[in-house]
């Protein structure tokens, strides 16, 4: 119950499209949803985040969209970019624990 | 702020030898969390602490594994003695309850155990 399943493991996407990562979870206890950004050689860092009262939340060319009742979360790069090319990571947490459980991480590859 | 700081950043060892990997959260931060990245096993969490208590130690491997934060800003992880499948990288993160637990990660030390 404490698993975060992500999809795909990797993914390549043409200068220009669109990314979209997916991520279930089963706790419904959890009420917190970020996405980490990771390049290679740092540490993860937080890219955005979305609680379980909106559907969807967008920054930038950044947009979550959250379905409560499929317990299922996705993140969107629209107008990908070579430079948005990193390892992202879904979680989840319920955020009065601090603590986050974390996806297994899509590498994503933007081709010039 | 400089950040969460770790030291070493690499670090290489023979089996069996211990290793120490160290740790300095964001002041203030009132939450550490230690975790380790392989290819195979992803990001996974070891062990973290609130105001310097251990809250979750169910992510430690094995008794070989051990944390402590003696104060609340320095946090150790050691590995005595240390295996080969020990290799990974190691990331120290810190957040707090005013920043919403956003976690900030450092920068990780890169373990290879021969």
């Known amino acids: 119950q404490q698993q975060v399943k992500q999809s795909p493991q990797s993914l390549i996407v043409q200068k220009g499209g669109i990314s979209i990562i997916n991520c279930a979870y089963e706790?419904?206890?959890?009420?917190?949803f970020p996405w980490y950004q990771q390049f290679p050689g740092k540490g993860p860092a937080l890219l955005i985040a979305?609680?379980?009262?909106?559907s969807e939340k967008k920054e930038g060319r950044f947009t979550i969209s959250f379905n409560k009742s499929a317990k299922q979360f996705s993140l969107h790069i629209m107008d990908s970019q070579p430079g948005d090319s990193a390892t992202y990571f879904c979680?989840?947490?319920?955020?009065?624990?601090?603590?986050?459980?974390f996806g297994q991480g899509t590498e994503l590859s933007v081709k010039p | 702020d400089a950040g969460v700081i770790q030291s070493p950043r690499h670090e290489v060892t023979e089996m069996g030898q211990e290793v120490t990997l160290r740790c300095k959260p964001i002041?203030?931060?009132?939450?550490l969390f230690w975790y380790r990245q392989t290819m195979m096993r992803g990001l996974e969490l070891l062990i973290y602490f609130n105001n310097n208590v251990p809250i979750d130690d169910s992510g430690m491997p094995e008794d070989r594994f051990s944390a402590k934060m003696p104060n609340a800003s320095f946090s150790t992880l050691k590995i005595q003695p240390s295996e080969p499948r020990d290799s990974a990288v190691y990331f120290c993160?810190?957040?707090?309850?005013?920043?919403?637990?956003?976690?900030?990660f450092g920068p990780g030390t890169r373990l290879t155990v021969t």
């Open positions: 993160a810190s957040s707090s309850r005013t920043g919403l637990y956003e976690q900030y």
């Open positions: 979680a989840a947490s319920m955020i009065w624990r601090g603590k986050l459980i």
């Open positions: 706790n419904t206890a959890f009420d917190y």
């Open positions: 979305i609680r379980p009262d909106v």
């Open positions: 002041s203030g931060h009132d939450y």
